[in-house]
């Protein structure tokens, strides 16, 4: 099973400052990975698939970067919303994979 | 809108099976791939099983042979069950959707809010 490294663990910005995630895959996963977003008592969302593409309804401020083992997801500038807790996730490997998370915190 | 609500006892006694419902409404269940997906108390996601409106389905090897995942269409729901389970079964349970029909790609687009389940006598 393929292991993603999610860092840093924290991450602490103020608004409208630029947010740089980094997700590291144990083995590369080609470009078959994803972002998603979860607030505290909600369901994680969709950010980002396949490496850089916004899901539906996805704020441009939201890329994503990277390939093969190395993959980046930036917040432009932070909104007060986006402060949370942000997963990357591979599906190249079966069974798909999560990593463990980085918080971003105020 | 399509929307999924998950169902299911909050508490499961150890060695117990655990049965949780996923409702689907504002859409077919049908064409979409469904999964379970579960997330310990303050830890990560880890992805359970998938099912098809077919009712064929793939599980995480790692559960394989406690988990049973089914799919009724007439219903408009899907259900998993959990047997033999213990207090590191503890968890909120998802139900979720794939981003597009047809195809089993693992992004998991739409989500039910969540339910939790203790394991615990």
């Known amino acids: 099973e393929i292991v993603l490294t999610q860092s840093p663990a924290t991450l602490s910005l103020s608004p409208g400052e630029r947010a740089t995630l980094s997700c590291r895959a144990s083995?590369?996963?080609?470009?078959?990975l994803a972002w998603y977003q979860q607030k505290p008592g909600q369901a994680p969302r969709l950010l980002i698939y396949d490496t850089s593409n916004r899901a539906t309804g996805i704020p441009v401020r939201f890329s994503g970067s990277g390939s093969g083992t190395d993959f980046t997801l930036t917040i432009s500038s932070l909104e007060p919303d986006d402060f949370a807790v942000y997963y990357c996730?591979?599906?190249?490997?079966?069974?798909?994979?999560f990593g463990q998370g980085t918080k971003v915190e105020i | 809108q399509v929307q999924l609500h998950e169902s299911g006892p909050g508490l499961v006694m150890p060695s117990e099976t655990l049965s949780l419902t996923c409702a689907v409404s504002g859409g077919s269940i049908t064409y979409y791939y469904w999964s379970w997906i579960r997330q310990p108390p303050g830890k990560g996601l880890e992805w359970i099983g998938s099912?098809?409106?077919?009712?064929?389905?793939k599980y995480n090897p790692s559960l394989k042979s406690r988990v049973t995942i089914s799919i009724d269409t007439s219903k408009n729901q899907f259900s998993l069950k959990l047997n033999s389970v213990t207090a590191a079964d503890t968890a909120v349970y998802y139900c979720?959707?794939?981003?597009?029909?047809?195809?089993?790609?693992?992004?998991?687009?739409?989500w039910g809010q969540g339910t939790m389940v203790t394991v615990s006598s």
């Open positions: 996730q591979q599906r190249n490997d079966w069974p798909c994979s």
């Open positions: 979720a959707r794939d981003r597009v029909p047809y195809q089993l790609l693992y992004d998991f687009h739409m």
């Open positions: 099912t098809y409106y077919t009712g064929s389905t």
């Open positions: 083995q590369s996963v080609s470009s078959s």
